[in-house]
């Protein structure tokens, strides 16, 4: 069974900067892909940010060019940086992470952005 443990949410004003972490309980390179989604309120679950395996990273395009996912795989956790944060980025994160069998997802982490 592998655990995934976000953590770095919090409140943030408009313009500010938060950096989440996803701390996996085995290696993050067995992983074929790991992403961060973020489900807001009255909203449907969405894809954030995905890295692949090889490190090949896409973004959704309402978050492209201020947020950036990455990994430690030393640390064997996953990082979303997300800068220029807007109200709109209100929302509770959730890191996920697929190997060959199995999808894994985090309790996630709230991030709020006051305007």
């Known amino acids: 069974q592998v655990l995934l443990v976000e953590s770095g949410g919090g409140l943030v004003q408009a313009g500010g900067t938060l950096r989440l972490s996803c701390a996996a309980s085995r290696t993050v390179f067995v992983f074929n892909t790991m992403g961060w989604y973020r489900q807001g309120p009255g909203k449907q679950r969405e894809l954030v940010a995905v890295?692949?395996?090889?490190?090949?990273?896409n973004y959704a395009d309402s978050v492209k060019g201020r947020f950036t996912i990455s990994r430690d795989i030393a640390k064997n956790t996953m990082y979303l940086r997300m800068n220029s944060l807007k109200p709109e980025d209100t929302a509770v994160y959730y890191c996920?992470?697929?190997?060959?069998?199995?999808?894994?997802w985090g309790q996630g982490t709230r991030v709020t952005v006051s305007s």
């Open positions: 996920n992470a697929h190997d060959t069998t199995t999808t894994y």
């Open positions: 890295i692949e395996r090889g490190g090949t990273t």
